[in-house]
């Protein structure tokens, strides 16, 4: 009846896992609680998790990375703890199966849940205001893609509670290691699901931005004339049509083969596990571009709007994006030079890995030069910009040694490895979106960020940067590999590993500088209070009021010049004699919840082996789709004259 | 706004004395961490990680040609264009330069033509499956088994096995061939160079040399299961007179102990994940043990097909 769940199956299997549990559990029960204490079910039902609008959509992805980034950053704590005190000692809190399953889950949730997620919920907030639209092409395929998200999320989160182990093979869970020979447990079934069902969402909201950027986009805003973090978002979108299918494909042939015993990642009986590690990469490599080319259009955004000058060289910014973008897909081999593929295939897949420095170093310069001769503001968001040009730099430029075959023999799979990504994607990623977080937070909410409390975050984060991941370059050339719970005491690697884990305290005193920052901004939102248009923004988002309206504009701008807005704001006739017309929007639906609820399912019941529940689960999320396809009465009209009051009152209160 | 209009709190002057702080203190704190460790990557005892060692350096050194622009030119706009500097030019329209830009699309295109001529050549300098001899055309068979976790060196030409514990002549290549009987494991000595993985089934090249006598590490850099960070093993470089010795020394007391190895035995005493082995040596009984080894996840074998 239930497969391979029962009571000795389920329970974590030590302390600290179930430790982490009560804690989860605890939380979640007080959220529960508080819920209907406030009686704010039904509010959070009708305003936030039936909603289409894909600017509640976006900050629902936001707040749960945010949840999860201290999920993550929990994980990385247990890590370096491991690392610098427990390592040596006999009785470790942390068992070697433990930490292999936490490096596993960092890795798994700050790609997937956090990195994604915040991908995602950014998008959704930006992309349609700066083509000037009023939604994305697919509103219900947005909520289900969210949906699927969260289930995905829950998924990873549930394997803690039942089942008690998440997969200790790393976070791209290579056979065999990964296979049910050496991995009999449920871990790596909870990666590949919660993947499974999250990836899939991914792939539905890159056709939907996609299409949504193709189609929606304002009069008179050709291609060329699209704001560029828009253009950052083509070039990573067209990355997640292209990968995301591979990720799926390769996902469910790992998945018969734990399931169904068959043979394709096997290392017997005709199985290639090599050819698992090309497609997880054949997606993989591209998925850190996915990741990186969205922070870089953000930057763009940042710098113009913050050094008051247009964007230097927008055309070759735009460039550099596709080539990256295209580059990308002919470099994945370098994670596995040390297979054995041979000299020219090696120097092939190293040269094509520096061919993208070049562009990612013309868009460096082109920063630069924005800032050449304009009038440099340090508010936080530029500061994040500056602290990434300050450590990225030193991530590119490790990242193309690593792409020199003859070097990635002696420092692949060591610490230096580790911290080079680690240099990129927090340098980059990270950065990246707390500057986004930082320049676009009071367009959402009519109230800007605290200013002090943000610097403080981010020199924190800075500093605690370097400490954390300098140290892990000296020990790649130490010798220290990646992935280590124990090693021997007389190698004198432990002080390093101390600094490291006091560079990653200072990063979390950063991170509790934005949790206050944020309480404290709301709590000060009157005296933090600003305009619609509080940097002198350039790009259409900025031109509509603050908070934006659920319909972004009441009426559709037309757009003759690449910074749309700039343009509006030097013809001073400033025609304020508007008329108004009715609006149509998509309503609310729960449609979105259920189909993230039956993938939920599907996914759980496949873990362990409940196969009715499963069927269960498929013939649900069949009819969802069907009955969503049928629903013909899917919009809702705001009349001319509730458009005009809503806009009288956006626009009054702060004229 | 008024509040940003105050006596700046960062002066060139205060900048810079403050960076020079900044700097030496990390640069002592990194001392005082490093000194006495062995940087085994930075200081090879191998012909291959030597040449790799330069191959680091060198290009680290070239990555400042980048590193230092973007970091003085970084540090310049923004001290030169701050908002509170109202002397500076100030052009909000400018954004676009065709020479400025064909500067920065040249520059790295030329770095980057360089270091892929370099890549190129030292990609086949490099390659792990290029066999190396000596002078007089000599070298060292050692083939490699990864299995949980423990590492076995099987000597076909001294008839000798031995579990986690290599040794090698100075100054003779020694040609690895290496498999697994685990999950994908890495085989790896930092200061002789290369790493390349382990596969069940398959055989990887690896060629490597040590120039200097002494003991080394050896690592598995893949991880392979619950015993992962145990998996190290010994590697010593001994001058070639006292390797013949110990390989002939080591098949005579093992077969004086009767220590044999054939496939039966290596699937009783070593196919069983184990940690924290100690070295066990073996005289080899079956010189195609490594081929056996392999071929047990090979399809033909398995089906039976073709015998």
Request: neutral net charge; charged residues 15%; glycine residues 8%.
């Given at each position: 009846?239930?497969?391979?769940?029962?009571?000795?199956?389920?329970?974590?299997?030590?302390?600290?896992?179930?430790?982490?549990?009560?804690?989860?559990?605890?939380?979640?029960?007080?959220?529960?609680?508080?819920?209907?204490?406030?009686?704010?079910?039904?509010?959070?039902?009708?305003?936030?998790?039936?909603?289409?609008?894909?600017?509640?959509?976006?900050?629902?992805?936001?707040?749960?990375?945010?949840?999860?980034?201290?999920?993550?950053?929990?994980?990385?704590?247990?890590?370096?703890?491991?690392?610098?005190?427990?390592?040596?000692?006999?009785?470790?809190?942390?068992?070697?199966?433990?930490?292999?399953?936490?490096?596993?889950?960092?890795?798994?949730?700050?790609?997937?849940?956090?990195?994604?997620?915040?991908?995602?919920?950014?998008?959704?907030?930006?992309?349609?205001?700066?083509?000037?639209?009023?939604?994305?092409?697919?509103?219900?395929?947005?909520?289900?893609?969210?949906?699927?998200?969260?289930?995905?999320?829950?998924?990873?989160?549930?394997?803690?509670?039942?089942?008690?182990?998440?997969?200790?093979?790393?976070?791209?869970?290579?056979?065999?290691?990964?296979?049910?020979?050496?991995?009999?447990?449920?871990?790596?079934?909870?990666?590949?699901?919660?993947?499974?069902?999250?990836?899939?969402?991914?792939?539905?909201?890159?056709?939907?931005?996609?299409?949504?950027?193709?189609?929606?986009?304002?009069?008179?805003?050709?291609?060329?004339?699209?704001?560029?973090?828009?253009?950052?978002?083509?070039?990573?979108?067209?990355?997640?049509?292209?990968?995301?299918?591979?990720?799926?494909?390769?996902?469910?042939?790992?998945?018969?083969?734990?399931?169904?015993?068959?043979?394709?990642?096997?290392?017997?009986?005709?199985?290639?596990?090599?050819?698992?590690?090309?497609?997880?990469?054949?997606?993989?490599?591209?998925?850190?571009?996915?990741?990186?080319?969205?922070?870089?259009?953000?930057?763009?955004?940042?710098?113009?709007?913050?050094?008051?000058?247009?964007?230097?060289?927008?055309?070759?910014?735009?460039?550099?994006?596709?080539?990256?973008?295209?580059?990308?897909?002919?470099?994945?081999?370098?994670?596995?030079?040390?297979?054995?593929?041979?000299?020219?295939?090696?120097?092939?897949?190293?040269?094509?890995?520096?061919?993208?420095?070049?562009?990612?170093?013309?868009?460096?310069?082109?920063?630069?030069?924005?800032?050449?001769?304009?009038?440099?503001?340090?508010?936080?968001?530029?500061?994040?910009?500056?602290?990434?040009?300050?450590?990225?730099?030193?991530?590119?430029?490790?990242?193309?040694?690593?792409?020199?075959?003859?070097?990635?023999?002696?420092?692949?799979?060591?610490?230096?490895?580790?911290?080079?990504?680690?240099?990129?994607?927090?340098?980059?990623?990270?950065?990246?979106?707390?500057?986004?977080?930082?320049?676009?937070?009071?367009?959402?909410?009519?109230?800007?960020?605290?200013?002090?409390?943000?610097?403080?975050?981010?020199?924190?984060?800075?500093?605690?940067?370097?400490?954390?991941?300098?140290?892990?370059?000296?020990?790649?050339?130490?010798?220290?590999?990646?992935?280590?719970?124990?090693?021997?005491?007389?190698?004198?690697?432990?002080?390093?590993?101390?600094?490291?884990?006091?560079?990653?305290?200072?990063?979390?005193?950063?991170?509790?500088?934005?949790v206050v920052q944020l309480a404290y901004s709301i709590w000060k939102r009157k005296e933090l209070a600003v305009g619609p248009d509080p940097w002198n923004g350039r790009t259409l988002e900025w031109a509509t009021p603050t908070p934006v309206p659920e319909y972004n504009f009441a009426t559709l701008p037309t757009v003759h010049e690449r910074d749309a807005f700039w343009e509006q704001k030097q013809e001073k006739d400033k025609a304020k004699k508007l008329s108004y017309e009715a609006i149509h929007l998509p309503k609310n639906t729960g449609y979105g919840v259920y189909v993230g609820a039956a993938s939920f399912v599907i996914g759980f019941a496949v873990i362990w082996h409940i196969w009715w529940l499963a069927l269960v689960g498929v013939a649900a999320t069949v009819i969802l789709v069907i009955m969503s396809s049928l629903w013909e009465d899917s919009e809702k009209e705001l009349s001319a004259k509730e458009v005009e009051s809503i806009e009288t009152k956006l626009w009054g209160q702060k004229a | 706004m008024a509040k940003l209009i105050k006596k700046p709190l960062l002066t060139p002057l205060r900048v810079i004395l403050s960076s020079i702080l900044i700097l030496?203190?990390?640069?002592?704190?990194?001392?005082?961490?490093?000194?006495?460790?062995?940087?085994?990557?930075?200081?090879?005892?191998?012909?291959?990680?030597?040449?790799?060692?330069?191959?680091?350096?060198?290009?680290?050194?070239?990555?400042?040609?980048?590193?230092?622009?973007?970091?003085?030119?970084?540090?310049?706009?923004?001290?030169?264009?701050?908002?509170?500097?109202?002397?500076?030019?100030?052009?909000?329209?400018?954004?676009?330069?065709?020479?400025?830009?064909?500067?920065?699309?040249?520059?790295?295109?030329?770095?980057?033509?360089?270091?892929?001529?370099?890549?190129?050549?030292?990609?086949?300098?490099?390659?792990?499956?290029?066999?190396?001899?000596?002078?007089?055309?000599?070298?060292?068979?050692?083939?490699?088994?990864?299995?949980?976790?423990?590492?076995?060196?099987?000597?076909?030409?001294?008839?000798?096995?031995?579990?986690?514990?290599?040794?090698?002549?100075?100054?003779?290549?020694?040609?690895?061939?290496?498999?697994?009987?685990?999950?994908?494991?890495?085989?790896?000595?930092?200061?002789?160079?290369?790493?390349?993985?382990?596969?069940?089934?398959?055989?990887?090249?690896?060629?490597?040399?040590?120039?200097?006598?002494?003991?080394?590490?050896?690592?598995?850099?893949?991880?392979?299961?619950?015993?992962?960070?145990?998996?190290?093993?010994?590697?010593?470089?001994?001058?070639?007179?006292?390797?013949?010795?110990?390989?002939?020394?080591?098949?005579?007391?093992?077969?004086?102990?009767?220590?044999?190895?054939?496939?039966?035995?290596?699937?009783?005493?070593?196919?069983?994940?184990?940690?924290?082995?100690?070295?066990?040596?073996?005289?080899?009984?079956?010189?195609?043990?490594?081929?056996?080894?392999?071929?047990?996840?090979?399809?033909?074998?398995?089906?039976?097909?073709?015998?």
């Amino acid at each position: 009846m239930l497969g391979k769940l029962s009571w000795e199956t389920a329970l974590p299997q030590d302390i600290v896992t179930l430790g982490g549990v009560i804690m989860g559990g605890l939380g979640l029960l007080a959220v529960i609680a508080a819920m209907t204490y406030y009686k704010k079910w039904g509010w959070l039902w009708r305003h936030w998790l039936t909603s289409l609008d894909p600017k509640k959509i976006g900050i629902m992805y936001i707040a749960v990375s945010a949840l999860m980034l201290l999920r993550g950053l929990a994980d990385a704590a247990m890590l370096r703890a491991q690392q610098a005190v427990f390592a040596n000692m006999a009785d470790s809190p942390v068992s070697a199966d433990l930490f292999q399953q936490v490096f596993s889950a960092h890795g798994t949730i700050m790609i997937f849940f956090v990195a994604m997620g915040i991908i995602f919920g950014v998008i959704n907030l930006i992309m349609p205001l700066q083509i000037g639209a009023r939604d994305v092409a697919f509103p219900l395929l947005n909520a289900i893609s969210f949906w699927l998200f969260f289930a995905g999320m829950a998924l990873m989160n549930v394997s803690l509670a039942i089942g008690g182990e998440f997969s200790t093979a790393g976070w791209l869970a290579y056979p065999p290691l990964s296979g049910l020979e050496y991995s009999p447990g449920p871990g790596v079934d909870y990666w590949i699901w919660s993947l499974q069902v999250s990836g899939i969402g991914s792939l539905l909201s890159g056709v939907n931005f996609l299409v949504t950027i193709f189609t929606m986009r304002r009069k008179g805003m050709t291609l060329m004339k699209m704001p560029i973090f828009t253009w950052s978002v083509v070039a990573s979108m067209l990355l997640v049509v292209f990968v995301f299918p591979i990720l799926t494909v390769t996902l469910t042939l790992l998945s018969l083969d734990r399931t169904l015993e068959t043979h394709f990642f096997t290392s017997d009986m005709g199985g290639n596990p090599m050819m698992y590690v090309n497609l997880i990469w054949a997606w993989g490599h591209p998925e850190v571009y996915i990741l990186i080319l969205p922070a870089f259009g953000i930057f763009s955004e940042v710098v113009a709007a913050l050094c008051g000058k247009r964007l230097f060289g927008y055309v070759s910014m735009v460039w550099a994006l596709m080539a990256i973008s295209v580059l990308s897909f002919t470099v994945w081999l370098h994670h596995f030079f040390t297979m054995g593929g041979g000299a020219n295939v090696n120097a092939f897949f190293g040269i094509m890995t520096m061919i993208i420095a070049i562009p990612t170093g013309v868009k460096v310069f082109n920063w630069l030069f924005t800032m050449y001769r304009g009038r440099v503001r340090f508010d936080t968001p530029m500061l994040w910009f500056m602290g990434f040009v300050v450590t990225f730099t030193i991530g590119g430029v490790t990242g193309v040694m690593l792409a020199v075959p003859g070097i990635d023999f002696q420092v692949h799979n060591t610490l230096f490895l580790v911290a080079h990504f680690h240099n990129v994607i927090i340098g980059g990623v990270v950065f990246g979106m707390f500057a986004g977080y930082a320049y676009w937070f009071p367009k959402f909410t009519g109230f800007r960020l605290h200013e002090g409390l943000g610097k403080a975050a981010f020199w924190s984060w800075l500093i605690g940067f370097v400490l954390a991941f300098g140290p892990l370059y000296i020990l790649g050339f130490m010798g220290a590999v990646r992935r280590l719970d124990s090693y021997d005491p007389s190698l004198g690697w432990q002080g390093l590993f101390i600094v490291a884990g006091i560079g990653l305290l200072i990063i979390l005193l950063g991170v509790f500088f934005q949790v206050v920052q944020l309480a404290y901004s709301i709590w000060k939102r009157k005296e933090l209070a600003v305009g619609p248009d509080p940097w002198n923004g350039r790009t259409l988002e900025w031109a509509t009021p603050t908070p934006v309206p659920e319909y972004n504009f009441a009426t559709l701008p037309t757009v003759h010049e690449r910074d749309a807005f700039w343009e509006q704001k030097q013809e001073k006739d400033k025609a304020k004699k508007l008329s108004y017309e009715a609006i149509h929007l998509p309503k609310n639906t729960g449609y979105g919840v259920y189909v993230g609820a039956a993938s939920f399912v599907i996914g759980f019941a496949v873990i362990w082996h409940i196969w009715w529940l499963a069927l269960v689960g498929v013939a649900a999320t069949v009819i969802l789709v069907i009955m969503s396809s049928l629903w013909e009465d899917s919009e809702k009209e705001l009349s001319a004259k509730e458009v005009e009051s809503i806009e009288t009152k956006l626009w009054g209160q702060k004229a | 706004m008024a509040k940003l209009i105050k006596k700046p709190l960062l002066t060139p002057l205060r900048v810079i004395l403050s960076s020079i702080l900044i700097l030496i203190i990390l640069v002592w704190g990194t001392w005082l961490l490093i000194d006495g460790r062995d940087m085994d990557i930075l200081d090879p005892k191998g012909l291959i990680a030597s040449q790799q060692q330069w191959l680091i350096i060198g290009t680290a050194l070239l990555s400042l040609v980048v590193i230092l622009p973007v970091y003085t030119m970084l540090g310049m706009f923004a001290w030169k264009y701050r908002a509170t500097n109202a002397k500076a030019k100030y052009t909000p329209n400018a954004d676009n330069n065709h020479l400025l830009e064909a500067i920065w699309w040249g520059i790295p295109i030329i770095i980057i033509a360089a270091l892929s001529v370099v890549t190129y050549v030292t990609s086949h300098q490099l390659d792990p499956q290029k066999r190396l001899y000596d002078d007089s055309g000599r070298s060292v068979n050692v083939q490699v088994v990864a299995l949980q976790w423990k590492w076995l060196f099987i000597y076909p030409d001294y008839g000798i096995a031995a579990v986690n514990d290599l040794r090698m002549p100075v100054g003779i290549p020694v040609n690895f061939e290496i498999s697994a009987e685990a999950p994908m494991s890495a085989f790896w000595i930092p200061r002789l160079g290369s790493q390349v993985y382990a596969m069940n089934g398959m055989s990887s090249s690896l060629s490597l040399q040590a120039d200097e006598a002494g003991e080394y590490i050896g690592r598995n850099s893949n991880i392979n299961g619950e015993g992962y960070s145990l998996m190290d093993f010994k590697v010593s470089a001994v001058p070639e007179a006292q390797f013949d010795t110990w390989t002939k020394a080591t098949k005579k007391s093992m077969s004086a102990e009767g220590r044999y190895l054939d496939f039966a035995t290596y699937k009783k005493e070593l196919v069983k994940p184990s940690k924290d082995n100690p070295a066990v040596y073996y005289q080899l009984k079956d010189d195609k043990l490594y081929k056996k080894i392999m071929q047990q996840f090979m399809p033909e074998h398995q089906y039976g097909g073709g015998h």
